[in-house]
């Protein structure tokens, strides 16, 4: 993401409307979000959006 667009909520946003649409109108039971384990940042974001890490 552009360092000029973090910290303004877009991608918590994003985040929250997919799981909404995947799990209410496509009928989802479960979401697998990848992102590699050196992404230290992507790893936080995941952590702090209530969602679980696990190795694959």
Do not use: W, Y
Not at 22 to 37: D, Q, V, Y
Request: hydrophobic letters at 40%; proline letters at 2%; a positive charge.
């Amino acid at each position: 993401m552009d360092p000029s667009k973090r910290k303004k909520g877009i991608g918590r946003n994003l985040l929250e409307m997919a799981v909404h649409d995947l799990f209410m109108n496509s009928g989802a039971r479960s979401i697998k979000l990848c992102a590699g384990t050196a992404n230290e940042k992507a790893c936080l974001f995941i952590k702090k959006q209530g969602l679980k890490l696990r190795d694959h």
